[in-house]
Protein backbone atom coordinates (compact mmCIF):
# COMPACT_ATOMS: atom_id res chain seq x y z
CA UNK A 1 0.00 0.00 0.00
CA UNK A 2 1.03 3.49 -1.02
CA UNK A 3 1.33 5.86 1.98
CA UNK A 4 -1.62 7.47 0.93
CA UNK A 5 -3.60 4.57 1.01
CA UNK A 6 -2.57 3.86 4.89
CA UNK A 7 -3.74 7.28 5.28
CA UNK A 8 -7.06 6.85 3.74
CA UNK A 9 -7.17 3.63 5.75
CA UNK A 10 -6.00 4.87 8.93
CA UNK A 11 -8.77 7.81 8.79
CA UNK A 12 -11.26 5.14 7.92
CA UNK A 13 -10.86 2.69 10.76
CA UNK A 14 -10.68 6.10 12.56
CA UNK A 15 -13.97 6.85 12.22
CA UNK A 16 -14.93 2.93 13.41
CA UNK A 17 -12.89 3.33 16.31
CA UNK A 18 -15.05 6.93 17.38
CA UNK A 19 -18.77 4.76 17.18
CA UNK A 20 -16.90 3.21 20.33
CA UNK A 21 -17.09 4.57 23.97
CA UNK A 22 -15.17 4.86 26.87
CA UNK A 23 -15.18 3.27 29.63
CA UNK A 24 -17.43 0.49 28.21
CA UNK A 25 -15.16 -0.27 25.11
CA UNK A 26 -11.88 0.47 26.85
CA UNK A 27 -10.39 -3.00 25.62
CA UNK A 28 -11.69 -2.65 21.94
CA UNK A 29 -10.15 1.10 21.40
CA UNK A 30 -7.09 0.15 22.92
CA UNK A 31 -6.85 -2.57 20.47
CA UNK A 32 -7.92 -0.33 17.65
CA UNK A 33 -6.23 2.74 18.56
CA UNK A 34 -2.95 0.14 17.11
CA UNK A 35 -4.40 -0.90 14.00
CA UNK A 36 -4.57 2.85 13.10
CA UNK A 37 -1.16 3.61 14.68
CA UNK A 38 0.00 0.61 12.32
CA UNK A 39 -1.76 2.45 9.27
CA UNK A 40 -0.12 6.14 10.28
CA UNK A 41 3.19 4.57 11.06
CA UNK A 42 3.43 2.71 7.62
CA UNK A 43 2.57 5.73 5.67
CA UNK A 44 5.22 7.91 7.54
CA UNK A 45 7.75 4.88 7.18
CA UNK A 46 7.19 4.57 3.06
CA UNK A 47 7.30 8.90 2.89
CA UNK A 48 10.41 8.87 4.74
CA UNK A 49 11.95 5.83 2.28
CA UNK A 50 12.62 3.56 5.58
CA UNK A 51 10.70 0.95 4.36
CA UNK A 52 9.22 0.40 0.55
CA UNK A 53 5.58 0.29 0.01
CA UNK A 54 5.30 -3.49 -0.63
CA UNK A 55 7.04 -4.01 2.56
CA UNK A 56 5.70 -3.23 6.74
CA UNK A 57 6.22 -3.00 10.32
CA UNK A 58 3.19 -4.40 12.08
CA UNK A 59 4.20 -2.38 15.51
CA UNK A 60 7.49 -0.42 16.98
CA UNK A 61 8.99 -3.37 18.88
CA UNK A 62 9.40 -5.13 15.08
CA UNK A 63 10.73 -2.09 13.46
CA UNK A 64 14.31 -3.40 12.43
CA UNK A 65 15.81 -0.22 14.09
CA UNK A 66 15.45 1.74 17.04
CA UNK A 67 13.13 5.24 17.45
CA UNK A 68 16.04 7.67 17.39
CA UNK A 69 17.44 5.68 14.37
CA UNK A 70 14.44 6.84 12.23
CA UNK A 71 14.46 10.10 10.19
CA UNK A 72 14.03 12.93 13.15
CA UNK A 73 10.33 13.87 11.58
CA UNK A 74 8.64 10.84 12.84
CA UNK A 75 10.31 10.03 15.53
CA UNK A 76 7.53 11.65 18.07
CA UNK A 77 4.85 9.63 15.85
CA UNK A 78 7.05 6.27 16.45
CA UNK A 79 7.60 7.53 20.01
CA UNK A 80 3.48 8.09 20.32
CA UNK A 81 3.28 4.50 18.77
CA UNK A 82 5.55 2.69 20.74
CA UNK A 83 3.14 3.80 23.72
CA UNK A 84 0.22 2.78 22.04
CA UNK A 85 1.71 -0.85 21.57
CA UNK A 86 2.39 -0.28 25.30
CA UNK A 87 -1.06 0.51 26.24
CA UNK A 88 -2.19 -3.16 24.60
CA UNK A 89 0.22 -5.08 26.16
CA UNK A 90 -1.17 -3.46 29.86
CA UNK A 91 -4.54 -3.25 29.08
CA UNK A 92 -5.74 -5.99 26.29
CA UNK A 93 -2.97 -9.08 26.65
CA UNK A 94 -2.95 -8.80 30.43
CA UNK A 95 -5.15 -8.58 33.19
CA UNK A 96 -6.79 -5.33 33.23
CA UNK A 97 -9.39 -2.66 34.53
CA UNK A 98 -10.47 0.64 32.93
CA UNK A 99 -9.31 3.59 34.45
CA UNK A 100 -9.31 6.85 33.14
CA UNK A 101 -5.66 7.65 31.97
CA UNK A 102 -6.67 5.32 29.02
CA UNK A 103 -9.01 7.50 27.51
CA UNK A 104 -6.71 10.83 27.53
CA UNK A 105 -3.57 9.00 26.33
CA UNK A 106 -4.97 6.64 23.65
CA UNK A 107 -6.60 9.84 21.35
CA UNK A 108 -3.34 11.66 22.48
CA UNK A 109 -1.06 9.12 20.92
CA UNK A 110 -3.25 8.90 17.94
CA UNK A 111 -3.44 13.00 17.38
CA UNK A 112 0.58 12.83 17.61
CA UNK A 113 0.81 10.37 14.81
CA UNK A 114 -1.98 12.08 12.95
CA UNK A 115 -0.32 15.64 12.91
CA UNK A 116 3.29 14.28 12.11
CA UNK A 117 1.11 12.80 8.77
CA UNK A 118 -0.55 16.03 8.02
CA UNK A 119 2.61 17.93 8.55
CA UNK A 120 4.10 15.57 5.50
CA UNK A 121 1.13 16.27 3.73
CA UNK A 122 0.71 20.06 4.06
CA UNK A 123 4.74 20.56 4.09
CA UNK B 1 -4.38 -14.34 32.65
CA UNK B 2 -6.74 -15.97 34.56
CA UNK B 3 -9.76 -18.00 32.74
CA UNK B 4 -12.56 -15.25 34.38
CA UNK B 5 -10.30 -12.35 32.45
CA UNK B 6 -10.18 -14.07 29.75
CA UNK B 7 -13.99 -14.32 29.45
CA UNK B 8 -14.63 -10.86 30.61
CA UNK B 9 -12.56 -9.93 27.80
CA UNK B 10 -14.06 -12.22 24.90
CA UNK B 11 -17.57 -10.56 26.54
CA UNK B 12 -16.23 -7.08 25.82
CA UNK B 13 -15.23 -7.54 22.63
CA UNK B 14 -17.96 -9.20 21.55
CA UNK B 15 -20.29 -6.23 22.93
CA UNK B 16 -17.56 -3.33 21.27
CA UNK B 17 -18.64 -6.03 18.15
CA UNK B 18 -22.30 -5.17 17.60
CA UNK B 19 -21.76 -1.48 17.73
CA UNK B 20 -19.74 -2.18 14.64
CA UNK B 21 -21.33 -2.31 11.15
CA UNK B 22 -19.42 -5.15 9.97
CA UNK B 23 -19.33 -3.89 6.11
CA UNK B 24 -18.32 -0.36 6.96
CA UNK B 25 -16.05 -1.14 9.85
CA UNK B 26 -14.33 -4.18 8.68
CA UNK B 27 -10.89 -3.58 9.88
CA UNK B 28 -11.80 -2.97 12.90
CA UNK B 29 -14.69 -5.89 13.25
CA UNK B 30 -12.03 -8.24 12.55
CA UNK B 31 -9.67 -7.23 15.17
CA UNK B 32 -13.05 -7.79 17.53
CA UNK B 33 -13.81 -11.01 16.28
CA UNK B 34 -10.23 -11.82 16.73
CA UNK B 35 -9.94 -10.81 20.01
CA UNK B 36 -13.06 -12.85 21.29
CA UNK B 37 -11.80 -15.73 19.56
CA UNK B 38 -8.16 -15.64 20.84
CA UNK B 39 -9.80 -15.28 24.47
CA UNK B 40 -12.18 -18.18 24.09
CA UNK B 41 -9.44 -20.25 22.92
CA UNK B 42 -6.80 -19.42 25.22
CA UNK B 43 -9.91 -20.18 28.38
CA UNK B 44 -9.92 -23.35 27.33
CA UNK B 45 -6.36 -24.34 26.77
CA UNK B 46 -6.37 -23.03 30.84
CA UNK B 47 -9.38 -25.55 31.35
CA UNK B 48 -8.07 -28.76 29.69
CA UNK B 49 -4.19 -27.64 31.63
CA UNK B 50 -2.88 -27.64 27.70
CA UNK B 51 -1.75 -24.15 29.27
CA UNK B 52 -1.57 -22.58 32.59
CA UNK B 53 -3.47 -20.10 33.47
CA UNK B 54 -0.68 -18.62 35.85
CA UNK B 55 3.22 -17.66 35.03
CA UNK B 56 4.75 -19.71 32.16
CA UNK B 57 7.18 -21.62 32.37
CA UNK B 58 9.46 -23.90 30.09
CA UNK B 59 7.43 -27.16 30.22
CA UNK B 60 3.58 -25.19 30.48
CA UNK B 61 3.08 -22.41 28.27
CA UNK B 62 1.29 -19.49 29.36
CA UNK B 63 -1.74 -17.26 26.96
CA UNK B 64 -0.83 -17.81 22.93
CA UNK B 65 -1.17 -14.17 21.24
CA UNK B 66 -2.38 -16.32 18.19
CA UNK B 67 -2.58 -20.05 17.33
CA UNK B 68 1.23 -19.92 16.36
CA UNK B 69 2.56 -17.75 18.66
CA UNK B 70 4.28 -19.25 20.46
CA UNK B 71 3.99 -22.28 19.33
CA UNK B 72 2.40 -24.71 21.17
CA UNK B 73 4.97 -27.24 22.53
CA UNK B 74 2.47 -30.03 22.62
CA UNK B 75 -0.14 -31.19 20.61
CA UNK B 76 -3.44 -29.33 20.02
CA UNK B 77 -6.18 -30.82 22.01
CA UNK B 78 -8.50 -32.98 20.22
CA UNK B 79 -11.83 -31.22 21.72
CA UNK B 80 -9.71 -27.91 20.19
CA UNK B 81 -8.84 -28.76 16.73
CA UNK B 82 -11.88 -27.18 15.14
CA UNK B 83 -11.68 -23.90 17.14
CA UNK B 84 -7.75 -23.34 16.11
CA UNK B 85 -8.50 -24.14 12.80
CA UNK B 86 -11.51 -21.31 12.56
CA UNK B 87 -9.42 -18.92 15.08
CA UNK B 88 -6.03 -19.73 11.97
CA UNK B 89 -9.52 -18.35 9.65
CA UNK B 90 -9.85 -15.22 11.48
CA UNK B 91 -6.05 -14.76 12.15
CA UNK B 92 -5.61 -15.21 8.80
CA UNK B 93 -8.21 -12.16 7.39
CA UNK B 94 -5.32 -9.57 9.21
CA UNK B 95 -3.44 -9.53 5.79
CA UNK B 96 -6.44 -8.12 3.60
CA UNK B 97 -8.62 -6.74 5.98
CA UNK B 98 -7.12 -5.06 8.61
CA UNK B 99 -3.39 -4.34 7.55
CA UNK B 100 -5.04 -4.18 4.13
CA UNK B 101 -7.79 -2.51 2.85
CA UNK B 102 -10.16 -4.75 1.61
CA UNK B 103 -13.85 -4.82 1.88
CA UNK B 104 -15.74 -7.70 2.48
CA UNK B 105 -19.09 -8.68 0.92
CA UNK B 106 -21.90 -10.42 2.86
CA UNK B 107 -21.28 -13.73 2.41
CA UNK B 108 -17.54 -13.05 3.37
CA UNK B 109 -19.06 -11.83 6.25
CA UNK B 110 -21.29 -14.80 7.07
CA UNK B 111 -18.45 -17.23 6.85
CA UNK B 112 -16.42 -15.16 9.62
CA UNK B 113 -19.48 -14.88 12.20
CA UNK B 114 -19.88 -19.07 11.39
CA UNK B 115 -16.26 -19.31 11.98
CA UNK B 116 -16.89 -17.40 15.23
CA UNK B 117 -19.93 -19.10 16.38
CA UNK B 118 -18.07 -22.46 15.76
CA UNK B 119 -15.52 -21.75 18.02
CA UNK B 120 -18.20 -20.35 20.63
CA UNK B 121 -19.72 -23.91 20.10
CA UNK B 122 -16.39 -25.68 20.83
CA UNK B 123 -15.46 -23.67 23.26
CA UNK B 124 -18.11 -22.87 25.69
CA UNK B 125 -18.94 -26.51 26.82
CA UNK B 126 -15.21 -26.69 27.84
CA UNK B 127 -15.39 -22.88 29.76
CA UNK B 128 -18.02 -23.92 31.72
CA UNK B 129 -16.55 -27.30 33.29
CA UNK B 130 -15.33 -27.26 36.77
CA UNK B 131 -10.99 -27.01 36.47
CA UNK B 132 -8.43 -27.49 38.92
Known amino acids: MTDADHIMQA??????????????????????????????????LHKHGVLAETEHANTPSKLDRPINALPAPIQAAYEAFAELEKLRFDYVRSASKYDARLASVVWLHLETMQRACRDELTG | MKISEHLTKADAFERSATKL????????????????????????????????????????????????????????????????????????????????????????????????????????????????
Open chain 1, 11 to 44: RHIFASLKKLSMPEDYLAIADGAMIVGYHLGNAL
Open chain 2, 21 to 132: DPTQDTALYVVMLLRAATNRVNAALHVLGTTTEGAATPVKLGDLNHTYKPKLNVPVPDELRAAFKNLALIEDLRTDYVRGNKSADTALLNAWRAAYAAIRHDTDPIVTREHP
